[in-house]
């Protein structure tokens, strides 16, 4: 069996895997069900708060309080996680709660180690006055320029690890290295990507600790702070196992140095360690927060390594490129070229599947891929990389027929676009993903004889919505006689029990209700039931994703 039909029944191995085992992530934990809910009225003092999220959070770096009105705190400052369900947070509070208006402020760190915070305003009794409106709110960490930079200084620096090792072993032939001294300064460039990627993981760990404890970096550089992250967070020991595998990398680096025989060898365990670091990198990512942790994680970690291998290819194309300014050594250059862009072909089709897999998991539609900054920043990358798969496909072209005008040029645009995706991934890694903000619901499914049913939730998310529902005939014309119109919801990540609610009349053909009914964020189905005046009904299932925030 040749190489394309292995590689073939390879693909299409993963496509059905992926397909039997699907995988949803939020990324970011965010709530899925509160005790009370967002606004809601209770007729009297409750004795407990209770919030639950979509994933397990971490036991430091959280807190849950509760405040009235005038700002006095009146939880019995007890805030836990409950043993049996690392996913929910908790808290006692004072015993009979006058009537007012009071708010649950709580701050957690997500799995993937981002700190989400927020407000969960409630009410005790219906004739409240004079009480301040608040506003529900999450939110989950904002990327900051100290974060972005020491992050891309991994990214870049691994990637050029990878990458040039790739391209010693497995691009440049034997020939080509015996017949040009190519292997020394390629050595060298892993050498001062080793050093930079070693400073950018040191730097990882106070930066954490700045984003967990929302203090300055000064503030961090001290024993008990750093003590509590690398043995109390799942970041810290993933840093310790960074710095480990750092430490064994060291050896064979120092080795490369020494005019030894075996530096393949050599070459093939950096390699190693460099694809271990990335696959460590994608257990801390959005992947790690997913329903199917362990295809999440290894497509994540896929795609990482795609474009580490040709983003850091690209930097040893660059090393490389006094070769083609002698008329000896060009054609060598350009048949090196040639050689990378076979290699390429695979990997924009990994990268391409790895991508479109990741969108689907962190997208849940097309108005959270234009409304929130997720969507918005992945949109840039997919723009970035059809550019860069342009420059690539004129770089190939130029190799294969031997032209070298303008190939530094193409060469180096390659690689700042795929510098600045770089910085981009960055951004999405640590962004809250779309699916906590799905947006407005609306659907339109057609029923018996033509009837066409239409939902409307707005704005979709925990808490009070607005249901509407719009019946039409199968001319268009919103439909007459209607006695009745129901909604039953039904929680899909939880047995919840079923809600029913009878709407109320808008306009002929148009019914509407507002309503607490979404509870927790997910998935839900929502029956909308239609009873005429003939006594004919229309049934109707659609199934929303509905939002934290």
Known sequence: M???????????????????????????????????????????SPSQVMIQFDETIQPEFNSIQVFDSDGKRVDKKDGRIDPKKPS???????????NGTYRIE???????????????????????????VIHPTSKGYTPTLDLIVIRWLQYISNACFVGVLFFVLVVISKESVEKLSVEKPLIKTVKFSYIFLLLSILLNLPLQATILTSSSWMGVFNFSTLQDMILNTQFGDMWLVHVVMLIILAIPIFLLTRNISQKN????????????????????????????????VLIDFGHLLTASVWIGSLVAMIVLLPLVKSSETKDVYLNIIGRFYKWGLILVVLLAFTGVFSSLSYIPNLYSLTHTDYGKVLVGKVILLLFMLLLAAINFLKGRRRKAKGLTGTIWSELLIGAIILILSVLLTNLPTAMSAPGPFLETKTADHGNKVQLRVTP????????????????????????????????????????????????????????????????????VHVLTKSLDTLDKDFQCIVGSQ
């Open 460 to 527: 979709n998310v925990i808490g009070e919505n607005l249901f509407e529902v719009m019946v039409k005939d199968k001319k268009g014309q919103r439909l007459n006689g209607i006695e009745q119109v129901t909604l039953t919801f039904t929680s899909l990540d939880m047995n919840m029990g079923v809600n029913t609610v009878t709407l109320k009349k808008k306009a002929e053909g148009i019914y509407s209700l507002k309503g607490m009914s979404l509870n927790m964020a997910g998935s839900w189905r929502v029956h």
């Open 2 to 44: 040749n190489v394309k039909k292995k590689s073939s029944l390879y693909l299409l191995t993963l496509i059905i895997f992926i397909c039997l085992f699907p995988t949803i992530s939020s990324a970011h934990a965010y709530i899925k069900k509160s005790t009370p809910v967002e606004n809601e009225i209770l007729e009297k």
């Open 265 to 296: 060898v050599l070459n093939l365990i950096c390699l190693v360690l460099g694809i271990g670091l990335l696959l460590t990198k994608s257990l801390t990512s959005h992947a790690a927060s997913t329903t199917n942790i362990f295809l999440s």
């Open 106 to 132: 709580w701050k957690v760190v997500s799995n993937d180690g981002h700190p989400v915070q927020g407000v969960i305003p409630f009410q005790i009794g219906e004739n409240s006055t004079g009480n301040a």
């Open 88 to 98: 929910m947070l908790e808290s006692d509070l004072e015993k009979n709660l006058p």
